[in-house]
C-alpha cells in the first residue's frame, strides 16, 4: 500500500490533521503531525479529484478544498467550507482543547519553582479504543502513539509559558494530565544537595531516632537551614557511614541531604551553611542527585581512628608492641550494644595500620586505620571473645575505648 492509499484508507473516517499526519510521524524530520497531516490529506485530495480512490472516503475530510474534476456527490454538501462539521474519530478533539490543559497545569505550578518538567498522560479507554481501532484499520507502518504527541504539543506549550525546559531523564517535576478524569496532578521530585560533614561535640546521633531519646542529630541541624529556604516537606540524610553517637567526627565525611516537595529550589549553597550551629561544619555543598546517594550507600572506604584506652591492670611502653599482631584480619560478630537491632553475624574487616602512645601505667593513646564496617569499640573490648584479635586480648588486660574520634575518611577520588 503506497502512501496516499493508505492516506485514503485512514480518511475513510473524520479525522484531524494531527492524527492523519501523526500515521506518517516516522517519515521526514523537521515536520510537526500536523504539518504531516495536511500534506497528506493535499494529497489523498489531488487523487480524489482524479477519481483514483478505493472504498468510501468520508468527503467531510476535504471541506474547503476546491475540486476540479471531481462530480460533487450528495455526500460531499457543497456548503462544507470549514473542517468543523465533524470531530476527529480518533483523538475527539484533543488537540483544540489544549489550551483548557495548559490552564489546569498553570494552575497546579502556582508557587512551585521548577526550572525542568515531564509531561506524562492516563489516556482514557476511549482514546485507546479509538487509537488501536485505526491501527487495527490501517496498520503501525510508520506511526507515532498519540500519547508521545499529546506529551510534546503539551511540553513545547510548557516550555513557552514558563520559560522553563523538558527534561525526561531527572526533570524538576512531572506533570500528570488524566483523560479519564479530566484532571491534572503534580509530582514534585526531590532536591538533593551534597556536601561534606564535621561533627564537633559527642551526644548527638547522625539521622533522627525515632523514639526521640536525642534532642536533636546531624541530620536535622543540616537541614532546618535549608527546610525554610525550600519550604520542602521532609527530609533525609544519606551519609557514608555513620559515627557512633559518642564520637565525633573530626574527618569530613560525605553525605547527600535529600529535600522532598521543595516549592524552592535555587538556594545559596554558600549563604545557608552560616546559619548551621557550629557544632557541626559543612563544606563542598553542590546540587546533586539519586546517582550520588547510591554511590555513597555503596561506598566501602578506609577509616582512621583515634581513642584513649583505658585498662584495667598496669601496662608499659614494652606491652604496646604486642598491638603490632592487630594488622590483620579481624574477626567480628554483631556487637552486643546492637544485638537488639541487627542480626547475629559474623564479618571480617581488616585493620591496615596501629599507632599506639604511652600515655601513663592504664592509658595510652590508640590510633588506627581499618577497613569500612570495622568495629573499633570492639577492636579494643574484645566483647567477650566476639572480636579476635582484640587489645584486650593481646594486652591480657580489659579495655576500654574512651573519646573516640574519626579523624580521617580515605574517600577514593
Known sequence: MNLVDKAQKILQQPVCDHCLGRQFGQ?????????????????????????????????????????????????????????????????????????QWLKKIE??????????????????SALIGAEEDLWERVGIDYCEPLKAEINREIGKTVERKFGVRFNPKNPDVNFILDFDSGSVS????????????????????????????????????????????????????????????????????????????????SVDLKKLPRQIPKKVRVRNLKFSGINEVRAIKEAKADKTYRAVVECSDKI????????????????????????????????????????????????????VRGEGGLYIKEL???????TRPSVAELLGTACSCRDLDVIKIHVKK
Open 27 to 99: 517519515l521526514l524530520s523537521g515536520f510537526g503531525n500536523e504539518q504531516r497531516g495536511s500534506i497528506m490529506r493535499t494529497l489523498a485530495a489531488m487523487a480524489v479529484d482524479k477519481e483514483d480512490y478505493k472504498g468510501d472516503i468520508d468527503f467531510s475530510n476535504f471541506a474547503g478544498y476546491s475540486f476540479h474534476n471531481l462530480e460533487l456527490k450528495q455526500t460531499f454538501p457543497k456548503s462544507l467550507t470549514k473542517r468543523e462539521t465533524e470531530k476527529c474519530s480518533v483523538c475527539f478533539g484533543l488537540f483544540e482543547k489544549l489550551p
Open 107 to 124: 494552575a497546579k505550578a502556582k508557587n512551585q519553582e521548577f526550572r525542568t518538567f515531564l509531561i506524562g498522560t492516563k489516556l482514557s
Open 186 to 265: 503534580i509530582e514534585v521530585n526531590p532536591l538533593f544537595i551534597y556536601g561534606e560533614y564535621q561533627k564537633l561535640i559527642r551526644g548527638i546521633p547522625q539521622t533522627r531516632w525515632p523514639s526521640r531519646k536525642y534532642r536533636t542529630s546531624v541530620e536535622q541541624i543540616i537541614a532546618k537551614p535549608f527546610m525554610k529556604a525550600t519550604h520542602g516537606a521532609a527530609h533525609a540524610f544519606h551519609g557514608m557511614g555513620r559515627e557512633d553517637i559518642d564520637a565525633r567526627c573530626l574527618a569530613w565525611r560525605p553525605f547527600v541531604l535529600e529535600i522532598s516537595r521543595p516549592r524552592i529550589r
Open 316 to 367: 608499659n611502653k614494652n606491652d604496646l608492641k604486642r598491638l603490632s599482631a592487630l594488622v590483620a584480619t579481624i574477626y567480628q560478630k554483631t556487637p552486643r550494644r546492637v544485638l537488639h537491632r541487627r542480626a547475629d553475624k559474623g564479618r571480617k574487616r581488616a585493620v591496615r595500620s596501629i599507632k599506639a602512645k604511652y600515655l601513663g601505667p592504664k592509658k595510652f593513646l590508640f590510633v
Open 380 to 386: 579494643v573490648s574484645g566483647d567477650e571473645g566476639r
